[in-house]
């Protein structure tokens, strides 16, 4: 005789394999990066915020990456949220002017990736970092490959909710979890040249396998 199981049995098991595949695919895509090495870079920005008393903030970024060159040059970054930096890049004012600078970090730079990225031991990572400013007054970190002045092209893009970009941005975004990342799209108005540490190395700072390194002179 032929038996068959209850539904919500089965529906327990798809769901339960569901997740089990989706974490699955999110811990080697995760293991794949590490061996894939990252450019490190450090957004910088006006501090606007009436209850601060810094003028500048900055973030190391995570994920950084040109996404074309015609007919704009863009640059595309992530950020976790709620951050300071996300509050401050929501807070420009629409005019003329870039609204952050990209800092390339050079081979030499670790340091800085790390003060960048830990606010909770580095409040104010710009008391001990050299820097000069672009005509926009936004910070550039000395020591650099090089920055880039941008302007934002679009508002920040929510990353938990997929049916949201699954329409193309129709409707309202669903509440997401306590912390989540959003995508910044900017165009580059500028490629500013930072001020040089003698002695230097010029190659890149790169993340990979959990630590710091760079590339070989070329």
């Known amino acids: 005789m032929l038996t068959c199981r209850p539904l919500r049995h089965v529906t327990a098991r798809r769901l339960c394999r569901g997740i089990s595949t989706q974490e699955k695919v999110k811990n080697d895509f995760r293991n794949l990066l590490r061996h894939s090495a990252q450019p490190v870079a450090v957004v910088t920005s006006l501090m606007r915020s009436t209850k601060s008393d810094h003028l500048y903030h900055g973030a190391t970024l995570s994920s ?6 015609e007919p704009h040059p863009l640059v595309a970054f992530s950020l976790r949220i709620p951050s300071r930096m996300s509050h401050s890049l929501k807070a420009i004012p629409t005019g003329p002017g870039a609204h952050m600078v990209v800092n390339i970090l050079s081979a030499d730079q670790a340091e800085t990736a790390i003060a960048f ?15 000069s400013l672009s005509e926009d007054r936004i910070p550039i970190l000395d020591g650099a490959l090089g920055a880039l002045s941008c302007v934002l092209v679009s508002r920040a893009i929510p990353l938990h909710d997929l049916a949201y970009l699954e329409s193309g941005g129709r409707g309202s975004v669903e509440a997401g ?17 930072a001020v040089e540490v003698p002695g230097s190395r010029r190659t890149p700072l790169l993340y990979l396998n959990r630590q710091y390194t760079t590339s070989l002179e070329p």
């Open 177 to 193: 979890p306590d912390l989540t990342s959003e995508l910044y799209l900017a165009r580059v108005t500028n490629v500013e040249k």
């Open 117 to 131: 990225s830990r606010p909770d031991q580095y409040p104010d990572p710009f008391s001990d970092a050299s820097f």
């Open 64 to 69: 950084f990456t040109s996404i074309a060159m």
